[in-house]
């Protein structure tokens, strides 16, 4: 699960996970993503975070959720991408840091 910077020194991240088949329901993304918040916003001092997700991919729409991000908007997902229903495109969630901290 990385943290990954993308707006100069830390200022605002991407979260991001991908599981193994077998590891799908037991809450271990939920976990990392609250984790991962905590660290960006304590010790790394970052103020954002987001994540992305393709429309239909209601389980990690629910993750994202469950970690306190809202929708922010739509995207559209790169052509490069075939899975079933990446031509209905995208969604971005995020959180702020005062967020976080009223959690």
Do not use: H
């Not at 984790?35 to 960006?40: A, M, N, P, V, Y």
């Not at 994540?51 to 629910?62: E, G, I, P, Y």
């Amino acid at each position: 699960m990385p943290l990954r910077s993308v707006d100069g020194p830390c200022e605002e991240a991407e979260l991001g996970f991908r599981l193994s088949r077998a590891a799908w329901g037991r809450g271990e993304a939920g976990e990392g993503s609250l984790e991962l918040q905590r660290k960006g916003f304590t010790e790394l001092g970052i103020r954002s975070a987001w994540a992305d997700t393709m429309t239909v991919n209601s389980r990690s729409r629910r993750v994202m959720e469950k970690a306190g991000l809202t929708l922010t908007g739509e995207i559209s997902v790169p052509d490069s991408i075939c899975f079933g229903g990446a031509d209905r495109g995208g969604v971005r969630c995020g959180i702020i840091r005062e967020q976080c901290r009223q959690r």
